[in-house]
């Protein structure tokens, strides 16, 4: 009898060993067959009419019963890749290791995977520090909820009965706020030091408070986060960064103490005493845009949370006797390589950060033919936005990106008067001293509140 108490005492308790998942019904959970996502649905019902299990999973439903728009579907089922493949026309296998199927509908594109076991850091692959590199063996759905991250993540939707298949009580965590790891934190995060990040990522996104068993390791493991490969480590700053809630999170990291001397860019953001407004006016920014849909450009980002970096390197530069022109390229260079080491921006994303950059000594050359020539650029409209924000933070005067507003969307005439206005003028690289008449400055401060950052 007491031995039979026991058991069932425990098995709640080693959460990563609960057999039976709770059947959560819709009137707990919410999520109606209609709230998902057309091929979410068509693609768990072809599964299920072939014999298969077949259910929507992780973020998703997470995100549904938190009342938030899923940004995309995740399907976990027991047929292998090839009979995923076999059953749906525009699909394909992607991955070596582990294959998952891609199965396009529409315009959506679902990610399935079969069931995954957990592997357990004792008898698999690792690295000396303990981290995980293999994640690529087949396993029961109970098997593939333990190796799950955090409970809210470990849900399964039938969309056929509208019923949540839930492994480790994470509906009841979702709604009593709380993001709990399944398992011992400790030895999860040495399995993969990235769950830290997404711990913080995830809190501040769902407004979740982490668990106190799984925030106490933090501090002490951050320094795990150093052997994650740097590709990796770039796309999770990434999505935290674009989640929408970056100033948020941010500030979360550096409360759990994640950002001292882990990531060069963590130091370049939270430590940074010259840039810190413009950093956090540019996160705002990218906050709200990333909330009301808009596209963010990752160049776009990464270039101003790095610009008071090239700034200082810049300086110093010249200050050596450097030609100011060489001297940023330089700079920039150097900036971006201290970077690489633990963040591999892709090639493509720092093209962009350099062309933004480079193009704003430009903006100070308001005579001739350059302003001119530096309209027909094609990013143009992201190096003034970029401007925008420099004026904003207090970098540069306002009147220089009012400046360049009215010369863009300016016909003939106004072009030739604002050149003619500035004719004379030099460099702006102390543009405060070059502002308008007094009554128009605020006009023009105006203008620059109101101009969209498209
Ligand atoms: P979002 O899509 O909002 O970024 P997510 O939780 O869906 O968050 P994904 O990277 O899409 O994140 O992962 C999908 C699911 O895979 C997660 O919900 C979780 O169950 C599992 N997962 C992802 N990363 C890990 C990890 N590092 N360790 C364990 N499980 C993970
Ligand atoms: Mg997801």
Not at 52 to 77: E, H, N, Q, S
Not at 192 to 210: N, T, Y
Not at 352 to 360: A, G, R, Y
Not at 394 to 406: F, M, N
Request: charged share 30%.
């Amino acid at each position: 009898m007491i031995r039979k108490l026991l058991r069932r005492v425990f098995r709640r308790t080693a959460s990563t060993t609960v057999p039976e998942p709770a059947l959560v019904p819709v009137a707990q959970h919410g999520i109606t067959r209609e709230r998902i996502s057309p091929a979410a649905n068509k693609v768990c019902t072809t599964l299920q009419d072939a014999g298969f299990k077949a259910y929507v999973v992780g973020g998703a439903v997470r995100d549904l019963i938190a009342g938030i728009v899923p940004k995309d579907y995740d399907v976990a089922t027991d047929a292998t890749p090839e009979e995923v493949r076999g059953l749906f026309r525009r699909s394909r296998i992607i991955g070596r290791r582990f294959k998952i199927v891609h199965v396009m509908s529409g315009p959506e594109t679902i990610e399935v995977s079969t069931f995954r076991a957990r592997q357990d850091a004792d008898s698999h692959e690792t690295d000396e520090h303990g981290r995980i590199l293999r994640d690529n063996v087949f396993g029961s759905q109970e098997e593939d909820a333990g190796r799950r991250d955090f409970t809210v993540n470990a849900l399964y939707y039938d969309p056929v009965s509208e019923t949540v298949l839930d492994y480790h009580h994470g509906v009841a965590d979702l709604q009593q706020k709380t993001l709990r790891m399944i398992g011992d934190p400790r030895v999860r995060y040495r399995e993969d030091p990235v769950r830290m990040l997404r711990a913080v990522r995830l809190g501040a996104k769902l407004g979740l408070s982490i668990d106190p068993a799984a925030r106490h390791p933090i501090r002490e493991m951050a320094s795990l986060l150093e052997n994650v490969p740097p590709a990796r480590l770039f796309d999770e700053m990434l999505k935290l960064l674009l989640s929408g809630h970056a100033v948020n999170c941010l500030k979360q990291l550096r409360e759990e103490g994640l950002h001292h001397g882990l990531l060069p860019l963590l130091d370049v953001i939270l430590e940074q005493p010259l840039g810190e407004r413009f950093v956090w006016l540019a996160l705002e920014n990218t906050d709200h845009r990333v909330r009301q849909g808009k596209p963010v450009s990752p160049g776009f980002l990464f270039a101003t949370l790095l610009w008071h970096e090239v700034l200082a390197n810049w300086a110093a530069r010249r200050a050596e006797g450097e030609h100011a022109h060489p001297a940023l390229f330089a700079a920039m260079d150097e900036v971006l390589g201290s970077q690489a080491e633990k963040l591999a921006i892709t090639r493509r994303i720092a093209g962009d950060i350099k062309e933004i950059w480079s193009l704003q000594p430009r903006f100070e050359r308001r005579v001739g033919k350059a302003p001119f020539r530096l309209l027909e650029q094609p990013r143009f409209r992201a190096a003034w936005d970029f401007l925008l924000l420099r004026a904003q933070s207090g970098e540069v005067g306002l009147d220089l990106p009012a400046w360049w507003d009215r010369f863009a969307h300016g016909g003939h005439d106004e072009r030739e008067n604002l050149l003619k206005e500035d004719a004379g003028g030099g460099s702006a690289s102390t543009p405060r001293r070059r502002r308008r008449k007094s009554g128009s400055r605020e006009e023009n401060g105006r203008e620059v509140e109101t101009a969209p950052a498209e």
